[in-house]
């Protein structure tokens, strides 16, 4: 239990997030009961559930058997959180202004999570699902980086990481990954790598930015904010390619991501809710015009390859005004200097889901949506980190048996 809490407790750390002894105490107490479900009970006592309290002396000495006398932070966190990010700022400015810095030039880039089968808890599809005995629920998941300018006119194409290298939809699509409008990788859990960062930012980042400052007339400068997240460490920049050098890699402070991050903000909540409208519409149209009932649809017809071309829809969907008006707390001066033009919609995003729903005869209601979008960003379950944790040991086994073999000196 002990060595998946480590693996989540540096998960938190790593994006920023604020740890208390009670939040610790509360995951290893959720992480020991998965762990017991998972244990054949003719061999546990009937008990032993109850036998780990998480204690404040378990808590003492955890941090002493892990030597991480720093894995939480006190109640006064979110104050020197907000002053921490108070300071970020002035320190940004002063980059901003020392480096001449304008809008066009400085690119936010952050990435989340995606159930692209999941549906509104209301409808009738996911009431199907925990109907239907042994029947695992539609949580296929997906991982994209988003990434745009402070300005909103320059949206990069997504990083975009699943499970199969080559699903079956896209023989049947012919499909051509190197066509999509998204960076498409692949591992067993669907997540961002380092190596995959860096693969796009020389294959996509730096290239889109440079033709697109070109195209502007504007110095061939620019610089990316990044949460520091495994798949971003802070020597980026010494990956990136020679002709992209002009790339300049800023992070954010531990714990000002959640206050700060421009990408934070609206911009990724924004794009899932546009998703399930696009498909919310989808499912209509197919439901109107094809002899296919929704449950065939979904059944026998939704596939990654659909899904891709909803995830486009809902990346361009995601206005000017959205993407620069989620700068003004880090870069109030750059919203202050925009002029939009876009016209507010007559209906929101919600309303137009609920609406397309109650077409189909779903029970949809908005405060469904705020629900999904909060599903979509789940951290990692028991068995995720059992995955995590094994695959790290697995690869120390093998460094230290080739160093053995004098084939590699750690």
Same mark, same amino acid.
């Given at each position: 239990?002990?060595?998946?809490?480590?693996?989540?407790?540096?998960?938190?750390?790593?994006?920023?997030?604020?740890?208390?002894?009670?939040?610790?105490?509360?995951?290893?107490?959720?992480?020991?009961?998965?762990?017991?479900?998972?244990?054949?009970?003719?061999?546990?006592?009937?008990?032993?559930?109850?036998?780990?309290?998480?204690?404040?002396?378990?808590?003492?000495?955890?941090?002493?058997?892990?030597?991480?006398?720093?894995?939480?932070?006190?109640?006064?966190?979110?104050?020197?959180?907000?002053?921490?990010?108070?300071?970020?700022?002035?320190?940004?400015?002063? +980059?901003?202004?020392?480096?001449?810095?304008?809008?066009?030039?400085?690119?936010?880039?952050?990435?989340?999570?995606?159930?692209?089968?999941?549906?509104?808890?209301?409808?009738?599809?996911?009431?199907?699902?925990?109907?239907?005995?042994?029947?695992?629920?539609?949580?296929?998941?997906?991982? +994209?980086?988003?990434?745009?300018?402070?300005?909103?006119?320059?949206?990069?194409?997504?990083?975009?990481?699943?499970?199969?290298?080559?699903?079956?939809?896209? !023989?049947?699509?012919?499909?051509?990954?190197?066509?999509?409008?998204?960076?498409?990788?692949?591992?067993?859990?669907?997540?961002?790598?380092?190596?995959?960062?860096?693969?796009?930012?020389?294959?996509?980042?730096?290239?889109?930015?440079?033709?697109?400052?070109?195209?502007?007339?504007?110095?061939?400068?620019?610089?990316?904010?990044?949460?520091?997240?495994?798949?971003?460490?802070?020597?980026?920049?010494?990956?990136?390619?020679?002709?992209?050098?002009?790339?300049?890699?800023?992070?954010?402070?531990?714990?000002?991501?959640?206050?700060?991050?421009?990408?934070?903000?609206?911009?990724?909540?924004?794009?899932?809710?546009?998703?399930?409208?696009? +498909?919310?519409?989808?499912?209509?149209?197919?439901?109107?015009?094809?002899?296919?009932?929704?449950?065939?649809?979904?059944?026998?017809?939704?596939?990654?390859?659909?899904?891709? !071309?909803?995830?486009?829809?809902?990346?361009?969907?995601?206005?000017?005004?959205?993407?620069?008006?989620?700068?003004?707390?880090?870069?109030?001066?750059?919203?202050?200097?925009?002029?939009?033009?876009?016209?507010?919609?007559?209906?929101?995003?919600?309303?137009?889901?609920?609406? +397309?729903?109650?077409?189909?005869?779903?029970?949809?209601?908005?405060?469904?949506?705020?629900?999904?979008?909060?599903?979509?960003?789940?951290?990692?379950?028991?068995?995720?980190?059992?995955?995590?944790?094994?695959?790290?040991?697995?690869?120390? !086994?093998?460094?230290?048996?080739?160093?053995?073999?004098?084939?590699?000196?750690?």
């Amino acid at each position: 239990m002990e060595k998946l809490l480590m693996v989540w407790v540096t998960e938190k750390q790593l994006q920023g997030d604020t740890l208390t002894q009670t939040i610790i105490c509360e995951k290893a107490r959720a992480i020991y009961g998965d762990l017991l479900k998972q244990t054949p009970q003719t061999s546990i006592d009937e008990a032993s559930e109850e036998s780990f309290k998480a204690s404040p002396g378990w808590f003492e000495n955890f941090k002493k058997r892990t030597g991480n006398h720093s894995v939480f932070r006190h109640g006064e966190a979110a104050s020197s959180d907000m002053k921490a990010a108070e300071d970020y700022i002035k320190t940004f400015s002063d +980059l901003i202004k020392v480096q001449g810095y304008i809008s066009q030039q400085v690119f936010n880039c952050d990435e989340t999570g995606l159930f692209w089968k999941k549906m509104p808890n209301r409808t009738y599809i996911t009431a199907e699902e925990k109907m239907m005995p042994g029947h695992k629920p539609m949580k296929d998941r997906l991982t +994209l980086a988003l990434c745009a300018n402070a300005s909103g006119d320059c949206k990069i194409k997504p990083l975009l990481v699943y499970h199969s290298e080559n699903p079956r939809a896209f !023989k049947s699509h012919k499909i051509l990954k190197e066509k999509l409008q998204v960076m498409w990788r692949s591992n067993p859990k669907a997540w961002v790598t380092r190596k995959f960062f860096v693969e796009w930012v020389n294959l996509v980042f730096g290239p889109s930015v440079k033709k697109y400052l070109q195209e502007k007339n504007l110095p061939v400068q620019a610089l990316l904010i990044l949460e520091n997240a495994p798949a971003d460490p802070p020597n980026l920049e010494d990956d990136i390619l020679e002709e992209f050098k002009f790339l300049k890699v800023l992070y954010f402070l531990p714990n000002t991501t959640p206050i700060l991050q421009p990408m934070d903000q609206q911009v990724i909540s924004n794009f899932k809710k546009l998703y399930t409208k696009h +498909l919310f519409r989808l499912c209509f149209e197919v439901t109107a015009t094809t002899n296919l009932t929704l449950q065939e649809f979904w059944k026998d017809h939704f596939n990654i390859a659909i899904c891709l !071309k909803i995830i486009d829809q809902a990346w361009l969907g995601v206005t000017t005004r959205t993407l620069t008006s989620e700068w003004k707390k880090l870069w109030p001066e750059a919203v202050a200097e925009r002029i939009y033009k876009e016209l507010e919609p007559g209906m929101s995003v919600e309303e137009e889901i609920v609406s +397309l729903g109650k077409s189909m005869g779903l029970e949809v209601e908005e405060r469904d949506m705020n629900e999904l979008v909060e599903e979509h960003t789940q951290e990692l379950t028991t068995e995720e980190m059992s995955y995590s944790h094994n695959s790290i040991r697995r690869l120390r !086994k093998k460094l230290v048996s080739r160093s053995q073999r004098g084939r590699l000196f750690l």
